[in-house]
């Protein structure tokens, strides 16, 4: 948990600085997109490859490596914002983000792939909300502190804190103890082991219902990655109300983290998480169609609320329903389906912003999020009937 949540701390105080070192140089909702798309390629192309490394390689020092890497980016970016490489090109921005999305390709499949391993199945969706606890509660100080940093202290001070717990994170995972599979590379050629994980999903139902919902619902109601924009232009704050929108959602979540881990969803699991999908693109348009601050932060809150259902469900089916042996394939994949759709939904947000304006493409967004648990809904009957206690 402590590798958990300094990993998320670390990237989420990033976020939130180069959301606003980006905006402040250029005014552009749409240079905003393109933050996400610097990040989706690279995770794109090395996911495939980290899940099978993750289950042929120790976990532990995999994870090691990814901190470090996590570390070197806004080690980067404050040399970038603190003048010392000269003048400032937001080329040099993205270039620094191209790490990011290579090694965020792990963070996930090995803190998947060690959580099977620290917790036996009776307890995996406790688990789960506990993880989302941890998580969420990541996510809330990540851009809390990063925004007030950036406006007490400016934004190489927030970079050089981000590098900071990334470090702390390697450290963690290295004084993990565990027990891990023994290491084979001597199993099938890569390629082949990549398809047979991405067969196992396909075949899946449930599984897959569950990935490509949440992937969905991320894409369309990106709106957080123009939370600069509406910061700006609609709700008149700064950098401090920044890092407070950026936390609202994850605060929401925290508080149904503690709701599941009390008492976690099992009867009508599936109903409860397409419900969840449909509350929280009512939330995304309630966001894009306030004009007041903190009436903006509620909504975000309880759009964070119904996000913390769907991650907690997604994540004790995700544990549920996969091999040991296949855990860092699967994982790598559901980082494929919900991981880039941040990053990729930033992309879209901006892109339709650009076209579209700020408001109408939120509330669009909102729109068709909830179409997308319809579909889902009529697509996917056995996740529409499920009820996690035929899983265990």
């Known amino acids: 948990m402590a590798y958990r949540i300094c990993t998320i701390m ?3 105080i990033v976020a939130v600085t180069v959301g606003w070192h980006v905006y402040e140089l250029t005014r552009n909702p749409w240079m905003l997109g393109l933050i996400g798309l610097a990040e989706l390629i690279p995770y794109f192309c090395v996911a495939p490859f ?21 570390a070197l980016t806004p080690i980067a970016l404050a040399l970038i914002a603190s003048g010392v490489l000269g003048q400032v090109r937001v080329g040099w921005i993205y270039a620094a983000l191209v790490l990011t999305g290579a090694v965020r390709a792990f963070l996930g499949p090995v803190y998947n ?5 620290v917790l036996p199945r009776p307890q995996f969706a406790r688990g789960a909300s506990l993880g989302s606890i941890v998580f969420q509660s990541a996510m809330v100080l990540g851009p809390a502190i990063g925004g007030v940093i950036v406006g007490a202290a400016g934004m190489w001070v927030a970079y050089a804190l981000a590098a900071a717990f990334a470090l702390v994170a390697a450290f963690a995972i290295r004084r993990l103890r565990v027990t891990e599979p023994a290491i084979t590379l001597q199993g099938a050629p890569i390629f082949s082991s990549i398809a047979e994980g ?16 949440d992937m969905f619902a991320v894409l369309f109601g990106g709106a957080i990655s123009l939370a600069p924009a509406f910061i700006r232009e609609i709700l008149h704050y700064g950098p401090e109300g920044l890092g407070i929108l950026r936390s609202a959602p994850a605060l929401g979540a925290v508080a149904m983290g503690v709701l599941l881990a009390r008492s976690p969803p099992t009867r009508h699991a599936g109903r409860i998480l397409l419900a969840a999908v449909v509350g929280f693109g009512l939330s995304i348009i309630g966001f894009g169609l306030s004009t007041s601050f903190w009436l903006s932060a509620v909504f975000l809150l309880l759009s964070g609320m119904c ?11 995700l544990q ?4 040991d042996e296949m855990r860092g394939r699967v994982s790598s994949i559901n980082g494929l389906f919900v991981g880039s759709s941040n990053e990729l939904g930033a992309f879209y947000a901006g892109s339709m912003a650009r076209l579209l304006g700020l408001v109408p493409a939120v509330v669009l967004g909102g729109c068709v999020t909830m179409t997308v ?5 009529w697509r996917a009957p056995k996740l529409r009937r499920l009820d996690l206690r035929e899983l265990h």
Do not use: E, W
Request: aromatic share 8%; proline share 3%.
């Open 198 to 213: 991405a067969r196992f999903v396909f075949s899946n139902q449930i599984l897959l219902g569950a990935l490509a919902l």
């Open 307 to 317: 996000d913390g259902v769907s991650v907690v469900l997604r994540s004790t089916i």
């Open 50 to 70: 980290a899940g099978y490394l993750v289950d042929h390689l120790p976990r532990r020092k995999l994870g090691m490596v990814a901190c470090i890497g996590l």
């Open 113 to 117: 792939a060690l959580f099977a391993r």
């Open 320 to 323: 549920l329903s996969t091999p």
């Open 10 to 12: 670390s990237y989420q």
């Open 373 to 377: 648990a319809a579909v889902t809904a």
